[in-house]
């Protein structure tokens, strides 16, 4: 993987970027069709920023463990005896051997492969043969840490041992989120949806900014939320997009006897998206993962009520899955086949100072911010 990038490098990607957006190109196509750039995108972006991991209800009790991906790096969290959540590379210390997979609950952590085995805590407390061994110190070896956090009921880790704390550099996004969602924290995970697309993950995070493609794109979506209520505002490392649900019947899904009457999303720097759809007490959790220049691996989990759906959060899902989604995969998988042509460099941002839904200024947020990853690592 390339982890180096030159001051000419970073000239040419951030050329035609403005501050200002109504004064601002896009981001170059070369960000989103190279190889180079994908590389340090995992390097000077995903493997330093706070990554959403999964729902705290999976985290609670004693011995609980999530086995996920950072970057294409495995991590492991675990729920100590303590009570203290802890966060390792999922990587033994005698042969690199991974742990653990998927998800569960254990008394010790032991490898699969020689049965070297830690307390929760990531301490080594037994290594079979090793009697005989000279300079050998069982206490001297622990699971390499990283960071870990709990933040509005959900877990996320962070690769970057100087990074902030995630509830620092989010400013007012806990306290927004909990007044919108107040009953997060006593949500259940119920479904989750997998997509494999062939697309850059910046073009999916693009997309996702700015509705200013929604009355072409998604006929139904802007019958389910009144668009002229819908506003974007950009902050620090997030984005707030609010609008009411629509007023008269929709083509979505049914939302008659609905207990949130709002819809409001929040993006995250930089691939978390949290949404809370018109419905019953919901929360969808859209994780946009790099998985290739042209390649983005996204999960959708839905947090509810309950475990089990009830008939109009499945017709809400169907939705989602049948609907949204395709319409949206198709968009970013276009968008992708006309950025490899020599047809397209970059296109301008096109901005409303109302703030609107229509206006591309949070994408332009999420560009500012790219570069200043990029930045970062040019100085570094």
Request: overall charge negative; aromatic content about 10%; some cysteine.
């Given at each position: ?8 490098d ?6 035609g970027?403005?501050?200002?957006p ?8 070369e960000a ?19 990554q ?8 609670r ?8 991906e ?25 042969r690199?051997m ?7 609950r254990?008394s010790?952590i032991?490898?699969p ?9 990531g ?62 924290e ?22 996702f900014?700015e509705?200013?493609?929604c ?5 139904d ?8 209520t ?20 929709n083509?979505?899904?049914s ?24 419905g019953?007490?919901?929360?969808i959790?859209?994780?946009v993962n ?32 049948e ?10 998988e ?5 950025m ?8 301008r ?15 332009h ?9 990029y ?6």
């Amino acid at each position: 993987m390339t982890t180096t990038l030159t001051r000419s490098d970073y000239d040419l990607i951030s050329e035609g970027y403005a501050d200002e957006p109504a004064r601002s190109l896009s981001l170059r196509k070369e960000a989103y069709t190279e190889r180079h750039w994908y590389d340090i995108d995992q390097t000077a972006i995903i493997r330093k920023s706070w990554q959403w991991v999964c729902h705290g209800e999976k985290l609670r009790a004693p011995g609980a463990y999530v086995a996920a991906e950072v970057g294409g790096l495995p991590i492991l969290l675990v729920r100590g005896r303590d009570g203290m959540l802890r966060g390792f590379y999922n990587v033994c210390q005698h042969r690199a051997m991974r742990l653990y997979e998927s998800e569960g609950r254990t008394s010790k952590i032991m490898c699969p492969y020689h049965a070297w085995t830690y307390d929760l805590s990531g301490r080594l407390k037994r290594a079979p043969e090793t009697d005989n061994l000279v300079d050998f110190d069982i206490d001297d070896i622990c699971l390499e840490s990283i960071r870990v956090e709990e933040f509005c009921g959900f877990v996320f880790a962070n690769l970057d041992p100087a990074a902030a704390p995630l509830a620092e550099q989010s400013g007012a996004l806990g306290d927004e989120i909990r007044q919108w969602a107040p009953d997060i924290e006593r949500l259940t995970f119920a479904r989750r949806l997998n997509y494999d697309i062939r697309s850059n993950w910046k073009n999916v995070i693009d997309n996702f900014l700015e509705c200013y493609h929604c009355p072409i794109a998604h006929r139904d979506f802007v019958s389910l939320v009144d668009m002229d209520t819908y506003s974007v505002t950009t902050h620090g490392i997030y984005s707030s997009h609010m609008a009411e649900a629509g007023k008269a019947g929709n083509t979505a899904y049914s939302i008659e006897h609905a207990t949130v009457t709002d819809h409001a999303v929040w993006w995250l720097w930089p691939n978390t998206c949290i949404m809370r759809y018109p419905g019953r007490g919901n929360m969808i959790v859209l994780q946009v993962n790099p998985a290739g220049p042209d390649r983005t691996l996204e999960t959708y989990d839905f947090f509810l009520e309950s475990a089990e759906p009830i008939e109009a959060e499945l017709e809400s899902i169907r939705y989602l899955d049948e609907v949204l989604q395709q319409e949206d995969i198709w968009l970013v998988e276009n968008v992708q086949r006309g950025m490899e042509t020599p047809a397209f460099t970059q296109g301008r941002i096109v901005h409303d100072p109302s703030g609107s839904g229509k206006s591309e200024h949070a994408v332009h947020h999420f560009h500012g911010l790219v570069l200043d990853a990029y930045r970062k690592l040019v100085a570094a």
